[in-house]
């Protein structure tokens, strides 16, 4: 699926994998990123230049501080609308950031954004929401900002497209709600 706009909402998996890619300054110039407050304030913080692969330790409140990257936030009542669709078990293996994400995205407060996500759970659940179009492999988004690299599998858009089909799938046959 071709981007249709370059704001994107990044899950702090995609941020750290931008960072050991060395890509992450290039992707700021050539889109508008934002994240949520849950990933700002917390997800991404576990990750550093000592911690591993990262050539630089990654401050997303600091980026956010110069305007480079925009913070947002779901509301509580956003949040609890999304969490009550699914079953518990679903709702476990869901991160708090990709819920805040979703949230945003399926209280239709989202502008135009696209969801860029690695996390199979997450996609799947964009497109059991109904919110498939609202979602974007990391390998388009470095494919149509001049910025390919080889990725890992769950970057790839291969990946993404299949969890979208069985979230897809999972709607239709009504899977993973409460009481299925």
Known sequence: MPIRSKQLL???SVIITAHELDVWNALLREAD???TSIIAHDESLFFSKEAGLVPAPINITALIEQGAILELS???SDIER???VFDEELNMALHDGEVE???ILYADESD???FCTSDKVAIRVLAMLGL???GVSFEEVLKTS????PLPHEYRTEYFDRYIAEGQTARIQGKGVPYD
């Open 33 to 35: 990123v934002a994240v």
């Open 82 to 84: 999304v969490r009550a």
């Open 10 to 12: 990044l899950d702090a």
């Open 74 to 76: 779901a509301s509580v």
């Open 132 to 134: 498939s179009d609202s």
């Open 112 to 114: 135009g954004l696209l």
């Open 101 to 103: 994400a979703i949230a």
């Open 146 to 149: 001049g910025l390919s690299k």
